[in-house]
């Protein structure tokens, strides 16, 4: 492998799913400002997920909604001053 390719500053954080509230400690060099307090009683950087294996319908089994009208409106109302 080549060298001094990879990320030096690998920590432990919780990668949270708010989709479902599940969440799990890993590591990763994702840049993040929350942070989160884990069971273990220490304090880690949180990065938020919207879909995680405990959530996505391949894994689940089941079929779920999401709700894109809010995004596009949301969109759509940031670009409409560049449409004329």
Do not use: Q
Not at 7 to 36: E, H, Q
Not at 51 to 64: E, L, Q, V
Not at 73 to 84: G, M, S, V
């Amino acid at each position: 492998m080549k060298k001094d390719i990879h990320p030096k500053d690998y920590r432990f954080v919780i990668f949270k799913d708010f989709s479902c509230d599940y969440a799990f400690l890993g590591r990763s060099a994702a840049a993040t400002k929350d942070t989160i307090v884990w069971e273990d009683g220490k304090e880690y950087p949180l990065v938020k997920l919207e879909i995680s294996n405990a959530s996505h319908p391949f894994f689940t089994g089941k079929m779920k909604f999401v709700d894109t009208a809010g995004r596009i409106e949301k969109f759509k109302k940031k670009y409409a001053k560049f449409k004329k």
